[in-house]
């Protein structure tokens, strides 16, 4: 699906992480959508940020799937310097499980001479502000910048000998897995005007058809699932989603389905699965060395002919 979502600010959010990885980084929390915890992560943060322990926030926990969640856990926390926990805006109390994970990841740190650094990223909306505002509302404080640093990074004294750095701006992700930018889109986290909801949705169909289609009849009071715009076209018709003359809206009932999905009305649901994310990552790695293996035998190909041309050409003289 071509999605036109382009890295605004991306440079300047590039160099505050690259800036506190010089300062000083012991621990990165990647914020993870839990409907789609490998669609939501980002390469490009890891690749900042080599070297350095991870912890994963499933975030959202309460709008996914929980058995599906627990796949994701036991997923990274069997990853080596990885931990994994989940999270909602529902916990009010945040900062412990944080706390806990991010000691486990670096042991030596974390006392008054050896503050432990952690730096918090995560895509657009993937709930950053709401729990740094949980952090700061209950229980650390807020201070200016630190000399040397981007001037708005900011510092969360979470408890003694704790930081937590966040960068401004965010780390936009390439697309580079097809079914990730529909998954992106369906949850929300990339702007409408970027891609064709009818299509986002008729993909989001043809998960909830493989994954959850109880979900999928219950909601829309469905007697069977046929095709995926067959589908589309009766939540339309229950939706109201009709002109005058009879005809579906399909893009009315695109919209109707996202938001419902987003809102969780069709219940806790999970868009991937760690088996999923690991076969497509395979396919694309195997798609881009076709494209290479192509690219370096058409450039073989166009030497033989310049050097044959070369030598039709010193045999004429
Ligand atoms: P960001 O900084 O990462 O961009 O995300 P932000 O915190 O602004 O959150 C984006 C949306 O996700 C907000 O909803 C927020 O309320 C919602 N949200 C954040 N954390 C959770 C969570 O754990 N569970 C659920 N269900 N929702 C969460 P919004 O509709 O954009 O705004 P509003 O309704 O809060 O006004």
Not at 42 to 54: D, E, F, H
Not at 194 to 210: N, Q, S
Request: some cysteine; aromatic content about 4%.
């Amino acid at each position: 699906m071509p999605i036109n979502w382009f890295p605004g600010h991306m440079n300047s959010t590039r160099q505050a992480i690259k800036d506190r990885v010089k300062a000083g980084l012991d621990v990165v929390i990647e914020l993870l959508d839990a409907r789609l915890p490998g669609s939501s992560s980002n390469p490009l943060l890891a690749a900042l940020t080599t070297g350095r322990p991870s912890l994963k926030v499933l975030n959202k926990q309460d709008l996914a799937d929980p058995a599906t969640t627990e796949l994701w856990l036991q997923h990274y926390n069997s990853q080596p310097h990885t931990r994994a926990i989940a999270l909602d805006a529902g916990d009010k109390s945040p900062a412990r499980a944080l706390i806990k994970a991010c000691r486990e990841l670096a042991p030596l740190r974390g006392d008054m001479h050896k503050p432990l650094r952690v730096l918090i990223c995560g895509i657009p909306n993937v709930g950053k502000s709401t729990l740094i505002n949980t952090l700061v509302g209950k229980r650390a404080a807020k201070t200016g910048d630190e000399p040397g640093i981007t001037k708005t990074e900011q510092k969360i004294v979470l408890e003694n000998g704790f930081y937590l750095f966040d960068t401004p701006g965010m780390l936009w992700p390439r697309i580079a897995i097809e079914q990730s930018g529909y998954h992106l889109a369906a949850s929300g986290a990339i702007g409408r005007n970027a891609f064709d909801e009818e299509e986002v949705a008729l993909e989001l169909i043809a998960v909830l058809k493989r994954r959850y289609p109880q979900a999928l009849q219950q909601r829309y009071g469905l007697a069977e699932l046929g095709a995926d715009d067959a589908v589309l076209e009766a939540i339309g018709v229950k939706r109201g989603a009709k002109i005058r003359g009879g005809a579906v809206q399909m893009h009315k009932a695109a919209e109707a389905l996202l938001m419902d999905f987003r809102q969780a009305l069709l219940g806790r649901i999970t868009l991937e699965t760690p088996e999923e994310l690991t076969a497509w990552h395979r396919e694309a790695a195997e798609a881009e060395a076709r494209k290479a293996a192509a690219a370096e035998a058409a450039r073989a190909a166009e030497k033989e002919k310049r050097s044959g041309r070369r030598a039709a050409s010193s045999g004429d003289a």
